[in-house]
């Protein structure tokens, strides 16, 4: 053999397979989403060149390190295996954005009108019926999915991207990769996905119905809501406090006022950096091997299923509490109770406008939005204190 064909056999064109190079496809196609589509870019792109990199044949990326009979080190593995393992398997990443989403989150539209706390919790209401649904396929033998890996999927139906990489990094860390990319491709399709499942559940006259303003919270309430919201959450489900945990923090620094610094740390550089690995971490699931199976088409329907049935039931709950309250509540503010912060209460405040152009619903649509945010963490506690035992 000579050097050329050596050279040609050690290359990646040489060993590169077909489910590869699909894989990297698909890692462009999401750097595309991305870039052209605005479809969250801030962790489509990372995971789009996590999923290129994982791929690339021969490269290392996310070999694994090999010790010799000794238990010496004898190959370092490859970045991406260390980012995943640092940053995802431990849960660390998750947690981190998580606190930086508290330290961006605004609780006064909640604590202003904290019925809206409802409609979050019907929001997630998506996430046990698509488990019920795992569940089933399992069943009937279309899917090989266990009672772990189905309450995982589920998870997607929060529209809560960390969440569902929280989850899954512990209940169905072999689902990671397809878990995380359904959860951001579906929250990124917010604008596409709810308008149509809102307006066939809601009137044109329920549309425009116009909402009183909201009265001033106090800085003392901002205070007090994260504060007791972890001290409940950690005595009655201790598995949740984790996420919540991070997220009160991340609020507390923002509502006291008196760790600015830290405040905008959590905000920006902090929560950009975390963001970077995290994307490459989860872009490190996508190899060909573990995406490219009957699973993760299930996985991908499941999700948005999940999702709209998520929709429907925070504007079914909206309309019902519309009946029940002397206060008017515009159905519409429903939907924003999936955690898509603060997407979806952006689209509820759109759909609003098109029906009435004086009619504001975005601070009132962020009041069950931020709800979502805490009902997707309670509704994941729950999921790993039951199923992952």
Do not use: W
């Not at 479809?39 to 070999?63: D, K, S």
């Not at 925070?314 to 019902?320: D, F, P, Q, R």
Request: charged content about 10%; glycine content about 12%; overall charge neutral.
């Amino acid at each position: 053999m000579n050097r050329v064909t050596q050279l040609f056999q050690d290359s990646g064109l040489y060993q590169l397979e077909s489910g590869q190079f699909v894989m990297m496809l698909v890692g462009l196609l999401l750097i595309y989403l991305a870039i052209k589509k605005g479809f969250e870019p801030l962790l489509l792109l990372p995971i789009g060149m996590g999923a290129i990199l994982v791929n690339v044949p021969g490269a290392g990326f996310l070999a694994e390190p090999v010790y010799d009979a000794a238990g010496h080190l004898a190959e370092p593995g490859g970045i991406l295996y260390y980012i995943y393992e640092a940053g995802i398997a431990t849960g660390i990443f998750p947690l981190v954005i998580f606190m930086g989403v508290g330290a961006m989150t605004d609780f006064g539209p909640l604590l202003a009108n904290p019925k809206t706390l409802f409609l979050g919790a019907a929001a997630q209401f998506g996430i046990f019926t698509t488990v019920l649904g795992a569940v089933g396929l399992s069943y009937f033998g279309l899917m090989d999915f266990s009672l772990a890996d189905a309450a995982a999927i589920g998870i997607i139906g929060g529209a809560d991207g960390p969440t569902a990489i929280f989850v899954s990094s512990r209940l169905a860390p072999d689902l990671l990769g397809a878990i995380a990319v359904a959860a951001y491709s579906y929250m990124a399709l917010v604008p596409m996905i709810q308008p149509p499942i809102m307006k066939a559940l809601t009137t044109v006259e329920e549309r425009r119905i116009v909402m009183h303003q909201l009265r001033p919270v106090s800085q003392i309430e901002k205070i007090i809501f994260p504060l007791s919201l972890l001290v409940m959450v950690a005595l009655f489900l201790p598995s949740a406090a984790p996420l919540l945990g991070m997220f009160c923090f991340g609020n507390l620094m923002r509502e006291s006022k008196v760790v600015d610094r830290l405040s905008d740390t959590t905000q920006n550089a902090l929560i950009n950096i975390t963001t970077i690995f995290l994307g490459l971490g989860v872009g490190s699931k996508l190899s060909s091997d573990a995406f490219l199976n009957l699973e993760t088409l299930g996985i991908l329907l499941l999700g948005v299923v999940a999702f709209g049935i998520g929709t429907a039931s925070g504007v079914l709950m909206a309309k019902l509490m519309n009946k029940l309250t002397a206060t008017p509540i515009n159905p519409l503010i429903g939907a924003a109770g999936v955690s898509a912060v603060p997407m979806a209460a952006r689209v509820a405040n759109k759909v609003g406008l098109e029906a009435n152009p004086q009619n504001f619903l975005l601070m009132h649509a962020m009041g069950p939005n931020v709800a979502g945010v805490i009902g997707s963490a309670v509704a994941a506690g729950v999921m790993i204190s039951f199923v992952g035992g």
